[in-house]
């Protein structure tokens, strides 16, 4: 999957009409400086800085990154949890205690031999095969840590006297991107231990207890640090879909300058590499994150470009409150989870008038705490598991959401129980979208059907948009245009998803569409007042294909 099908070359040329029109439009247009009516559906922007547009057809980058993740975190690798390995580190509590128990008993050549057998042997070609192929995996959350990315990270910190075993291991995180692109499946670079610790579990690196990355300058620079390289060796690995830029951050993080942290970052990131998605931990308060996110304008030009994205993290057997329900009970919740989001529909215009709200759940399981399962008959176990699995996957693909990576791959007792991707997969209790495995027939015929239905499709969409404005505001002058080539835009993109798999069979889906509805924004060059013509332009064009190829 290296490659665009041929269908989708021939898109390409077809777009190139469409993108030149554009272009001339809004070269030669101008946005009326009348101020629309009060409406919810019409939010009002009076920045008029538009420029040409810059729209383009989607890479295959661009795919990797936006389409809809069912995704899978590697697990115990590159920060080592104890109960994920036990034998392995002997005893230890942590990745900390674990290798400098090892120098002080081993020496240092043989705990870097042992690393980096453990991180170069974790995943097997035909694992690999069988995360693409058959689980149809699409990427892989990667957590590693600061020392992961070299000993000159590792100075002045508690990993100093082991820092020499990491000599090699970015160059093995590399070439595990590498390998996993090659079979078309991206890589969520997840900065998962933080100097200090971004919360108080060893899955921060060390067994301290203790979240000191929040009140440490120190911290916060080296942090900070290491998310520019990152950044900077990423920039050119199109395996790469985004870097995240902490992992479960403590929840009372945001009161403690983690927003100003962020907002740091992203800026001199956004200096280096301006595209490259960047994906934050919510601190367990979703409400806030949104919040912040929205409240970043991209519009007022002092908001870096980059997508922002909201991980969140879906657990029922931590907390009592999840204890103290049975498991059929918290199946039936699943549903009505992710309330706090916002409208997400064809007809929202949110960023015209603000920032994005984009979620991932980067981490979900099938566990659930015996004190649930114990109100349930024991031979309903099976049925019930398979039962919470699915609907997590039904609801994961909702609303804002761009998908879902599951905890975890990789641990020493595989398959996993209810903590194991490939053993819920091969069960059917967590399965990918159906489209992910039609065909190249079947993609071939709904893209015959699509394309035959499309301009009796938008010419009616475009004429009952035009209509009912019309009929709202009657003599107001309105950019009707721009809904017309947003919708024609959003549908082309939608078809460069569906089909860009070719001869592979299987299809996608713009599943980080919050980011990408921002993308082509910014690229459209338009920031008049009548931007969320365009923005609903997009939406409807998308949606409309995706119906149309029953992939919605």
């Known amino acids: 999957m290296t490659e665009l099908s041929s269908r989708t070359k021939k898109f390409r040329l077809k777009m190139k009409k469409l993108v030149q029109r554009a272009k001339d439009h809004i070269r030669s247009g101008s946005s009326s400086s ?3 009516p009060s409406d919810s559906a019409r939010p009002v922007n009076n920045i008029h ?6 729209i383009s057809q989607p890479t295959v980058r661009d795919i990797l990154r936006y389409r809809y993740h069912f995704g899978v975190n590697l697990g115990s690798i590159f920060v080592l949890e104890p109960w994920l390995f036990p034998k392995f580190v002997g005893g230890a509590s942590s990745e900390l205690d674990a290798v400098t128990s090892s120098v002080k008993n081993n020496g240092v050549e043989a705990t870097r031999q042992k690393w980096e057998g453990h991180w170069k042997n974790a995943v097997t ?8 192929k058959s689980a149809k995996g699409t990427s892989i959350r990667l957590p590693i840590g600061y020392f992961t990315l070299g000993p000159e990270f590792c100075v002045g910190t508690p990993f100093e006297s082991a820092k020499d075993v990491y000599q090699n291991s970015w160059s093995i995180v590399k070439e595990f991107i590498n390998r996993a692109r090659a079979l078309g499946v991206g890589v969520l670079v997840d900065l998962h231990a933080l100097p200090g610790g971004a919360n108080t579990d060893m899955h921060s690196g060390s067994s301290t207890g203790k979240a000191e990355l929040w009140s440490s300058k120190k ?15 990423c920039k050119e690995l199109d395996g790469v879909i985004g870097i995240q830029l902490c992992n479960e951050a403590c929840w009372d993080a945001g009161k403690k300058g983690m927003y100003d942290f962020y907002t740091s970052v992203i800026q001199s990131i956004s200096e280096i590499d301006s595209e490259v998605p960047i994906y934050i931990s919510d601190a367990w308060d979703l409400s806030s994150a949104l919040k912040w996110t929205k409240e970043r304008d991209w519009k007022s030009g002092k908001v870096p470009s980059n997508p922002v994205v909201i991980d969140t993290h879906k657990y029922y057997t931590f907390a009592e409150k999840h204890r103290s329900q049975s498991a059929q009970e918290l199946i039936h919740r699943i549903p009505t989870e992710l309330g706090e989001l916002p409208n997400c529909s064809p007809s929202a215009t949110h960023l015209s008038s603000g920032g994005e709200t984009q979620i991932v759940i980067g981490e979900y399981s099938c566990v659930l705490d015996e004190k649930s399962w114990a109100k349930s008959p024991p031979a309903m176990k099976e049925e019930l598991t398979r039962e919470f699995g699915r ?7 909702e609303g804002c959401s761009a998908g879902s990576y599951f905890w975890t791959w990789k641990m ?3 398959d996993g129980g209810g903590w194991g991707f490939v053993e819920q ?3 059917g209790n967590i399965i990918a979208p ?3 495995s039609w065909s190249v027939k079947e993609i071939k015929e709904k893209l015959t059907k699509a394309e035959m239905q499309k301009d009796e499709i938008m010419e009616k969409m475009v004429k009952d948009h035009i209509d009912y404005w019309t009929h709202e505001d009657p003599g107001k002058e309105y950019r009707h245009d721009l809904y017309e080539m947003g919708w024609k835009v959003g549908w082309g993109d939608a078809a460069a998803f569906f089909e860009w798999r070719g001869e592979q069979g299987g299809a996608d889906k713009i599943g980080s569409l919050e980011i990408w509805i921002k993308k082509r924004l910014i690229e459209s060059g338009e920031r008049g007042e009548f931007l969320w013509e365009l923005e609903q332009g997009l939406r409807w064009g998308v949606k409309e294909f995706e119906n149309c190829v029953e992939i919605a």
């Not at 800085?49 to 810059?54: A, G, H, K, L, Y």
């Not at 070609?125 to 693409?132: I, K, N, P, S, T």
């Not at 942090?223 to 900077?232: P, Q, R, S």
């Open 425 to 427: 997969v091969k069960k």
């Open 125 to 132: 070609d035909q694992a690999f095969g069988w995360l693409a």
């Open 412 to 414: 020493e007792w595989m």
């Open 34 to 36: 009348q101020t629309s």
């Open 49 to 54: 800085q538009s420029r040409p547009s810059t």
């Open 391 to 397: 609907h997590q996957c039904n609801k994961w693909t």
């Open 434 to 436: 159906a489209y992910m």
């Open 219 to 233: 911290n916060l620079e080296l942090a900070k640090k290491a998310l520019l390289f990152i950044a900077k060796e």
